[in-house]
């Protein structure tokens, strides 16, 4: 199986920070990375697919970069409402895997 | 409005069976590929399970082969997950997910069910 490593796997920040969250896999998945967001209690929220993809209704101040192994989730100025607990997933293969997560608290 | 609506779960002891469900509304079910995911309380997502359209390819993660099973009834919009042989390690909120065909990378997850608590304990 496709193993995920994310860092860092906490975070302190505060409003208006720019944060960057690394999402790296244990073999090459061309892209097929999505993220994830979510808050205490509640269901995951797709944020971007196709590693930079963003998904429809989610902010711009959300990105995503990467390629091969190594990937990139950025917030470039972050809101309260980001946050969160935020997770990468693979799926270039059909056995799906998710990171470890990587929760933004403020600081 | 895409909809899944997870039941089913609850207390159960060790070694016990439970089969989760999830209703599907707001698109066209037999078309979309389906995932049940868990989280363990206070844990990370973890995948479980994933079927075809029409179910002729299925996939689990380790942890669960030979001792889970996902199903579907495209007739009636509708995705399983029948539990067997429970340990108290299985004890997580499980959600039912809907996987989104992009032509370029693949299958990925766009929307989520609220989730079903299963606790496995005596």
């Known amino acids: 199986d496709i193993q995920m490593t994310q860092s860092p796997s906490s975070l302190s920040a505060s409003v208006g920070d720019r944060v960057t969250i690394t999402c790296r896999a244990s073999q090459g998945i061309s892209n097929s990375l999505a993220w994830y967001q979510q808050k205490p209690g509640k269901a995951p929220k797709l944020l971007l697919y196709a590693a930079s993809r963003l998904e429809s209704g989610v902010p711009s101040r959300f990105s995503g970069s990467g390629s091969g192994t190594d990937y990139t989730l950025t917030i470039s100025s972050l809101q309260p409402e980001d946050f969160a607990t935020y997770y990468c997933q693979q799926y270039y293969s059909t056995r799906f895997t998710f990171g470890p997560g990587t929760k933004v608290d403020i600081k | 409005e895409v909809q899944l609506v997870e039941s089913g779960g609850g207390l159960v002891q060790p070694g016990g069976s439970l089969r989760l469900s999830c209703a599907a509304s707001?698109?066209?079910?037999?078309?979309?590929?389906m995932s049940w995911v868990r989280q363990a309380p206070g844990k990370g997502l973890e995948w479980v399970a994933n079927?075809?359209?029409?179910?002729?390819?299925?996939y689990y993660v380790d942890s669960v082969k030979g001792r889970f099973t996902i199903s579907r009834d495209n007739a009636k919009n509708s995705l399983y997950l029948q539990m067997n042989s429970l340990r108290a390690e299985d004890t997580a909120v499980y959600y039912c997910?809907?996987?989104?065909?992009?032509?370029?990378?693949?299958?990925?997850?766009?929307?989520w069910g609220q989730g079903t608590l299963v606790t496995v304990s005596s």
């Open positions: 707001g698109f066209t079910f037999s078309s979309y590929w």
């Open positions: 079927i075809k359209q029409d179910g002729s390819e299925k």
């Open positions: 997910a809907r996987a989104y065909y992009d032509i370029l990378t693949g299958y990925y997850i766009d929307y």
